[in-house]
């Protein structure tokens, strides 16, 4: 059984920073990708993040380009999300996701493996 595990949220004041981290345990795959998805109350999941994890090649969404950065630590499966210059706007639960192919996609329905989720509140 695969398990996804986030910790790292909080609450922060605009223009301030967060890592979060997400911890991949149990059976792995042969070769995946991993993502990261926010979602506010009312609204649909979105992508921001993600990682092939082979190759670790990385994709932003747009509006969080040059301010997150996602990586991993391949020897001990766990991906990581640096936000930098947090808006108010990127408060959300912030979930991690993985899935057993080596293709990133934006799709949450792509997704089989999921995590509890982790508050980011920024404050303005």
């Known amino acids: 059984q695969v398990q996804l595990v986030e910790s790292g949220g909080g609450l922060v004041q605009a223009g301030g920073s967060l890592r979060l981290s997400c911890a991949l345990s149990?059976?792995?795959?042969?070769?995946?990708?991993m993502a990261w998805f926010r979602q506010v109350q009312g609204e649909e999941r979105e992508f921001v993040a993600g990682?092939?994890?082979?190759?670790?090649?990385?994709y932003n969404t747009e509006s969080v380009k040059d301010r997150f950065t996602v990586s991993r630590d391949y020897n001990n499966n766990t991906m990581y999300l640096q936000m930098n210059s947090l808006k108010s706007q990127d408060t959300a639960i912030y979930y991690c996701?993985?899935?057993?192919?080596?293709?990133?996609?934006?799709?949450?329905?792509?997704?089989?493996?999921w995590g509890q989720g982790t508050q980011v509140t920024v404050s303005s």
């Open positions: 996701a993985a899935r057993g192919v080596n293709v990133v996609t934006k799709l949450p329905t792509l997704y089989g493996y």
């Open positions: 149990g059976r792995t795959f042969g070769s995946y990708t």
């Open positions: 990682i092939n994890w082979t190759d670790g090649a990385m």
